[in-house]
């Protein structure tokens, strides 16, 4: 017996970049303010959240394999554009996420934050376009 329904996991990973997204500016706006604690919180929130979506992607392109896309035309090269930008830069982040959070976490300040500088956009753009891709993908053209 399953909690979630394979079919049900697109619409989770969607949820959880979204989450990802809003802990990311939140924490960057505590940050600003200079409250580390709610910043902190709000970044390790993003990083778990981050981590259960990748489980969950994980799983659900092993059961299922892939969809394709059902636009034509300049929708279908708008789509791949973001497509293949968010997943460059998705592979990109798990290794920039993880040396930030570990420099974060150990407390190496100047370091962290010379990197933060990169991390942040591009975290932000690979959780706002996987939600982007999903609504694309799932409600915008379905496949013929």
């Known amino acids: 017996m399953s909690i979630i329904s394979v079919s049900s996991l697109p619409t989770l990973n969607a949820v959880l970049n979204g989450t990802c997204a809003l802990l990311l500016a939140v924490g960057y706006l505590f940050i600003r303010r200079r409250n580390v604690a709610a910043h902190k919180i709000c970044m390790i929130s993003a990083f ?12 659900y392109h092993y059961q299922v394999g892939s ?4 636009g034509e035309g300049a929708i279908r090269v708008v789509y791949f554009a ?5 997943t460059i830069l998705a592979a990109t982040i798990v290794p920039l996420a ?10 190496r300040v ?6 933060a ?10 959780s706002v376009t996987g939600v982007i ?3 694309m993908l799932y409600h915008l053209y379905l496949p013929s």
């Open 133 to 135: 891709v999903y609504w």
């Open 82 to 86: 973001i497509l293949i930008s968010h």
């Open 67 to 70: 969809r394709p896309f059902g």
């Open 48 to 59: 778990a959240t981050s981590t259960v979506f990748l489980i969950s992607y994980l799983m």
């Open 110 to 115: 100047g370091r962290h934050v010379r990197i």
């Open 98 to 107: 993880l040396i930030t959070l570990s420099r974060a976490l150990r407390g």
């Open 117 to 126: 500088r990169w991390t942040l956009p591009l975290w932000l753009y690979v």
